[in-house]
């Protein structure tokens, strides 16, 4: 199977002596910002989906946990878009981009209907969603000054209702049945609480004509949480996502491509770019879309039951797919173990004389089960919004049978930026630029990273760079420069091959006692690489001469040492237990050495957390990353311990 590309040549530099790279896939250089020829706005690509489809199935979904998947094709979509965007209009909703509609809701068939509804009439919808908080979902709704929102569920119409703060909302539309307690709210609220299907009902009796968007309007304003103060407004704009869309298809299709056959499993949420991207990319495709039943815990039903053929997901997935496989290794006896061993290397080795099959005999007997997790016919993984091991990566090649495609970007940049080759089974990069954007390579002096050697802060320009945050033109100015330049906050180096590679992050350095510069998240980085490690956190302040640490142990690795020690517990004791912490610190402290951490970069103490960081007790964002203050704030009394024994 060849690369239709030189691997050792995936991006050239641009004129210009700013060091900006493009990839090789762009003609001429020319960055890409149309969808499949004449696609310009999320409204064409839906439309020409209904035309590739030849009204095939378009959205499923499962009315009872054990049922099969139902199907609504493309024309009911279509239809229903049509009489929701005008029962909109009828209740006095403008078709503009100046009109701004809330949809607090889990990704389900009407998510979709209703963000097909905005961008037939020109409206812009603005997602809530759980994790934020209700701080947060306030500062939402009144920055944005909503006074529709579309709710799932009658519990969370309530939870806008009882937020005192929120003022601005005159109107709720509920997907479900409206509860008796919700109503009586809304009564004393004088807020208006519609059914969702009587809008639908009122746009049938009064069709509408569409108003279809233009290019540079307003499509979306996703807010990203952040890792400290409110959330901010991500403008994009139809341009914005199309470009990026168009980007990624241009590497995609160099060896596949998306057809109406083609089945997408919907569980990342909808409140997010990275989800949305997908879904635009697919409709235009006359792809098919299942969605899970909002239950994590049965999303492995829903898989099996769907057998999607793509699957997009983000690492911590697909962590837990590899610590299964491997958890299940070690417990089977010798000739299992054994034989996944073997199996996995003489994968790995064909992936490294660019040889990718599988229909091996390795595939029909050791890695059969493993890819029937995921339905059994999954012909792509796409990853994201975090880094995934280089490790995993390989054994999802090897095992899944499929291509495994990492991405990087960020809301702002519609979520790519850049993006795997199909046929470059390498490990540890992000890839090449997507065909829409540049990328270039920012000096950042304090850190000693400089653009003429290849490294610095990743600086994103093309037609997928966001419009700003809504409200806030300084924070705006502080991320997108004079020249168009989005700048992302991450350090990357430039390979040999010309793929990127993430090695630091800006925004987060620190200095010591004795004015050293740290930069937790590229140690966090390397201590993550020990088996025995699940989270980690380092800490270190200005007033302390050294680094401590919290580290998660692993779920799996760190119970099966301590029983080989005959050390036995439930996790919490497991995690007091001083000669298991040794192992754990003696693990990472190798890890760093052999990283060519300095001596100041590496912890000097560690506490063992038993519960892991989580959306839920505030220590991660919604996209799983690090609230770095809400984590220092939380194991304070734990820092201060250790920096009094220390000193």
């Given at each position: 199977?060849?690369?239709?590309?030189?691997?050792?040549?995936?991006?050239?530099?641009?004129?210009?002596?700013?060091?900006?790279?493009?990839?090789?896939?762009?003609?001429?250089?020319?960055?890409?910002?149309?969808?499949?020829?004449?696609?310009?706005?999320?409204?064409?690509?839906?439309?020409?989906?209904?035309?590739?489809?030849?009204?095939?199935?378009?959205?499923?979904?499962?009315?009872?946990?054990?049922?099969?998947?139902?199907?609504?094709?493309?024309?009911n979509v279509s239809s229903k878009a049509h009489n929701f965007g005008s029962g909109l209009l009828a209740r006095g909703l403008q078709p503009n981009p100046e009109t701004f509609l809330g949809i607090f809701s889990?990704?389900?068939?009407?998510?979709?209907?209703?963000?097909?509804?905005?961008?037939?009439?020109?409206?812009?919808?603005v997602p809530l969603y759980d994790t934020l908080g209700p701080q947060a979902v306030t500062y939402i709704v009144n920055q944005a000054k909503l006074s529709t929102?579309?709710?799932?569920?009658?519990?969370?119409?309530?939870?806008?209702?009882?937020?005192?703060?929120?003022?601005?909302?005159?109107?709720?539309?509920?997907?479900?049945?409206?509860?008796?307690?919700?109503?009586?709210?809304?009564?004393?609220?004088?807020?208006?609480?519609?059914?969702?299907?009587?809008?639908?009902?009122?746009?049938?009796?009064?069709?509408?004509?569409?108003?279809?968007?233009?290019?540079?309007?307003?499509?979306?304003?996703?807010?990203?949480?952040?890792?400290?103060?409110?959330?901010?407004?991500?403008?994009?704009?139809?341009?914005?996502?199309?470009?990026?869309?168009?980007?990624?298809?241009?590497?995609?299709?160099?060896?596949?491509?998306?057809?109406?056959?083609?089945?997408?499993?919907?569980?990342?949420?909808?409140?997010?770019i990275f989800e949305r991207l997908v879904q635009c990319y697919l409709f235009s495709c006359g792809a098919r879309i299942g969605f899970?039943?909002?239950?994590?815990?049965?999303?492995?039903?829903?898989?099996?039951?769907?057998?999607?053929?793509?699957?997009?997901?983000v690492p911590r997935l697909l962590n837990r797919i590899y610590d299964k496989v491997m958890a299940g290794a070690a417990s089977a006896g010798v000739v299992k173990r054994l034989l996944l061993s073997v199996a996995l290397k003489r994968k790995e080795a064909a992936l490294n004389r660019g040889v990718f099959n599988n229909d091996t005999l390795w595939d029909k007997v050791v890695f059969k089960?493993?890819?029937?997790?995921?339905?059994?016919?999954?012909?792509?993984?796409?990853?994201?919004?975090?880094p995934l091991s280089p490790t995993i990566m390989t054994f999802l090649r090897c095992a899944m049978g499929c291509f495994v495609f990492e991405g990087y970007g960020q809301t702002e940049s519609a979520a790519a930026a850049s993006l795997t080759f199909p046929m470059d089974f390498s490990v540890g990069h992000v890839g090449i630029p997507v065909a829409c954007v540049k990328i270039k390579l920012d000096d950042v002096p304090d850190m000693n990273y400089y653009a003429k050697d290849g490294k610095g802060e990743i600086c994103v320009k093309g037609a997928s760079v966001f419009k700003g945050y809504l409200h806030e033109p300084e924070k705006t100015a502080e991320?997108?420069?004079?020249?168009?330049?989005?700048?992302t906050g991450d350090i990357g180096t430039w390979t040999p091959q010309g793929t990127l590679k993430i090695i630091d992050r800006k925004k987060h350095i620190f200095k010591l006692a004795q004015g050293e510069y740290i930069a937790p998240e590229k140690i966090e980085g390397v201590y993550l690489r020990s088996p025995l490690v699940g989270q980690v956190f380092v800490h270190g302040e200005s007033l302390q001469a050294c680094l401590v640490g919290v580290v998660v142990p692993d779920e799996v690795a760190f119970p099966q040492l301590a029983s080989s020690k005959g050390i036995t517990g439930d996790m919490a004791e497991l995690c007091k237990n001083a000669a298991l912490k040794k192992e754990v610190m003696d693990s990472i402290i190798a890890l760093g050495k052999k990283s060519s951490l300095h001596s100041f970069e590496q912890v000097k103490d560690l506490y063992l957390?038993?519960?892991?960081?989580?959306?839920?007790?505030?220590?991660?964002?919604?996209?799983?990353?690090?609230?770095?203050?809400?984590?220092r704030d939380f194991f304070q009394d734990q820092i201060t311990e250790m920096y009094s024994k220390l000193t």
């Open positions: 199977m060849e690369a239709p590309i030189d691997l050792n040549r995936q991006s050239v530099e641009v004129p210009g002596g700013e060091y900006a790279r493009v990839s090789v896939l762009c003609e001429d250089g020319k960055l890409v910002e149309t969808l499949a020829g004449n696609v310009n706005t999320l409204y064409e690509g839906f439309q020409r989906g209904l035309e590739m489809s030849k009204n095939n199935p378009c959205l499923g979904w499962r009315t009872s946990p054990e049922g099969p998947f139902e199907w609504m094709t493309y024309g889990q990704n389900r068939v009407e998510w979709t209907v209703t963000e097909q509804a905005c961008n037939m009439y020109s409206m812009v919808i929102i579309v709710c799932d569920k009658s519990d969370k119409a309530v939870k806008l209702l009882q937020n005192e703060g929120i003022s601005c909302v005159k109107c709720i539309i509920v997907m479900d049945a409206i509860s008796e307690d919700a109503r009586k709210m809304a009564e004393e609220c004088h807020v208006e609480l519609v059914p969702f299907s009587e809008v639908e009902e009122q746009g049938k009796q009064n069709l509408q004509e569409a108003v279809p968007p233009k290019p540079d309007d307003l499509c979306t304003i996703c807010y990203t949480s952040g890792t400290t103060g409110n959330p901010k407004g991500a403008m994009l704009s139809h341009k914005n996502i199309v470009a990026a869309c168009a980007g990624v298809a241009v590497t995609f299709e160099q060896k596949f491509k998306m057809t109406p056959d083609d089945v997408h499993i919907s569980y990342l949420p909808l409140a997010h899970f039943q909002g239950d994590v815990r049965k999303l492995t039903d829903d898989i099996k039951e769907l057998r999607p053929t793509i699957f997009a997901t089960k493993i890819q029937e997790n995921l339905g059994g016919r999954v012909k792509y993984i796409v990853t994201g919004a975090a991320t997108i420069d004079a020249n168009g330049w989005l700048h957390c038993p519960e892991p960081f989580s959306v839920e007790n505030g220590l991660l964002t919604p996209t799983f990353k690090s609230k770095r203050p809400q984590l």
